[in-house]
């Protein structure tokens, strides 16, 4: 039995060290919704966030460490429709079983905010055809821009949800 | 066999940790819903936070564009002009009433005058 499951756990090492590896290029489909906090002249307020859809592509910059810098489209929807783009810069440590990310974003139509993005999440192999789910906590920070208030700034903390595709 | 089984929960270590992001996630979805529960919806962030034709002031409430164009501008304006221009016209009162007491002849110079008028 003691065989049997070491059989088993070095067969699961084995798609583990396959789900493992590195991708030279991946692509995301990611949704984030939560809330935003905006404040300025000493007040606060919260309200939701908008819906916000991302479609990145991320290119492998290092093995060890696990580096690879993302880019793509930004679009928000629900309340408003706002387009722009966002770049950064990718960690995967821990046999890429969590990530963190950092990097700018910036939305540039109809109005144009500046801000700064972070996140950390995690992510789940889908079968073996190279897809995966992930989740990641995000938060972005908007300091710069024509649509925002007068003297504020403002702060989105974001749940988001993402398939990727993994390339070779 | 047991350098397989350190190994094994090595490599299981990982997975420990995504459960724990996970569960982190979970809680910050649950901290965000109740956030959102609570949230102000009529309070402005963004100027495409308000209707058309409206913008967010600094207050966080959505004003008509004169309006904010006003609040602009009276927020801009200089606190010390009233000030400034108060303390100009005193001085320039100062100045009259200094140029008035010096027009106004002393008494000795009344008398010289009447002196030399007197004088054949």
Known sequence: MILATLGGTAQADGVAAKADELPLWDAELRFGYGVSVGGGQG????????????????????YEPALAGWGGLVVETLDRTAVGATAGIRFTPMLR???????????????????????????????????????????????????????????????????????? | MARDLRIA?????????????????????????????????TA??????????????????????PDAAIAGDAADADPTEGADAAVDAMAADAALADAAFDAVPTLDAVAADAAVDAAP
Not at chain 1, 47 to 59: F, H, K, N, Q
Not at chain 1, 141 to 167: E, K, M, R
Request: charged share 10%.
């Open chain 1, 97 to 168: 079983k969590i990530r963190l990310s950092a990097g700018g974003v910036a939305l540039v139509a109809p109005y144009t905010l500046y801000g700064g993005t972070a996140a950390a999440g995690t992510c789940f192999g889908l079968g073996d055809v190279g897809l995966r789910a992930c989740a990641d906590v995000q938060m972005t920070a908007y300091f710069a821009g024509d649509d925002l208030a007068p003297g504020s700034a403002i702060t989105q903390v974001q749940l988001v949800l993402g398939v990727a595709f993994d390339g070779p």
């Open chain 2, 44 to 65: 402005c962030q963004r100027h495409s936070d308000c209707d058309p034709g409206l913008v967010c002031s600094a207050e966080s409430v959505c004003v008509d564009q």
């Open chain 2, 9 to 41: 929960s090595r490599r299981r270590a990982p997975h420990v940790l995504a459960r724990l992001v996970t569960a982190g996630a979970l809680v910050a979805l649950g901290l965000l819903a109740l956030t959102a529960s609570g949230c102000n919806t």
């Open chain 1, 43 to 62: 007040m606060t307020t919260t309200r939701t966030s908008p819906l916000t859809i991302t479609a990145v592509g991320a290119v492998a910059l290092s």
